[in-house]
């Protein structure tokens, strides 16, 4: 089975801009997280969706969100980026029974 | 509330000794646990974990951590380290809740193997 792909794995953007990140989780499964990971903060959970509601959201601000599709492909969108917003993006996916997590290899976001 | 604790934050280790790196929580409900390994510029990539039955549980490249509920601890350990294990390593907790699962990660351990 193919894993979690993210795309890009690289994003350069300047202050002001907004940004939208990809993650196709393993074929099945139904559940898709985002953490933001910053060097300062570490792994921060940022939203969670299954079957295309979120279920359960993170401390950030509305600038952060995201939708799930019917294939449970997931979108994260950051609007008026800021630098602190500079950070790896990792996306996550379980099965139903919600037990692992399995990640994908991550988006860098520059912001300049 | 959950927390995670990596005692560590740095490990530095000569290549073929063993490491041991630690990671207790504390919940008051019942846990599942994870450790997870992380390289330069990557993703988190799934060491081993702990769900229910043995308290020692076998992961990939030669890993193993044992769960001990008493001392709500769960550590990492390998008998001989590699250079190629040099990498940082995340103890996570995931626990059911209404609104379905919730992981909490620690800070993380930076394992740094010599030659």
């Known amino acids: 089975k193919a894993g979690v792909t993210q795309t890009p794995r690289y994003l350069i953007k300047t202050r002001g801009q907004q940004v939208t990140l990809s993650c196709s989780p393993i074929?099945?499964?139904?559940?898709v997280s985002w953490y933001q990971q910053t060097p300062g903060q570490g792994l921060q959970f940022l939203f969670e969706?299954?079957?295309?509601?979120?279920?359960n959201k993170g401390n950030f601000p509305g600038r952060f969100s995201g939708r799930q599709f019917s294939n449970s492909r997931s979108e994260m969108n950051v609007s008026t980026l800021e630098l602190g917003d500079s950070a790896l993006y990792l996306c996550?996916?379980?099965?139903?029974?919600?037990?692992?997590?399995?990640f994908g290899p991550g988006t860098r976001l520059t912001v300049l | 509330a959950q927390s995670v604790t990596q005692l560590d934050s740095q490990v530095p280790v000569f290549e073929e000794a063993p490491v041991e790196l630690r990671c207790n929580y504390s919940?008051?409900?019942?846990?599942?646990l994870f450790w997870y390994v992380q390289y330069p510029n990557q993703g988190l990539q799934l060491l081993l974990k702990?769900?229910?039955?043995?308290?020692l549980v076998k992961g990939i490249n030669g890993f193993e951590a044992e769960f001990n509920k008493s001392q709500t601890s769960f550590h990492l350990r390998k008998p001989s380290v590699h250079i190629s294990d040099t990498a940082e390593y995340f103890c996570?907790?995931?626990?059911?809740?209404?609104?379905?699962?919730?992981?909490?990660f620690g800070a993380g351990t930076r394992l740094f193997v010599k030659a």
């Open positions: 996550a996916s379980s099965s139903t029974s919600g037990d692992t997590q399995y």
């Open positions: 074929s099945g499964h139904r559940s």
């Open positions: 969706y299954f079957s295309e509601t979120q279920r």
């Open positions: 919940s008051s409900v019942s846990v599942y």
């Open positions: 702990y769900l229910s039955g043995s308290t």
């Open positions: 996570a907790v995931r626990v059911r809740g209404t609104g379905g699962f919730k992981t909490i």
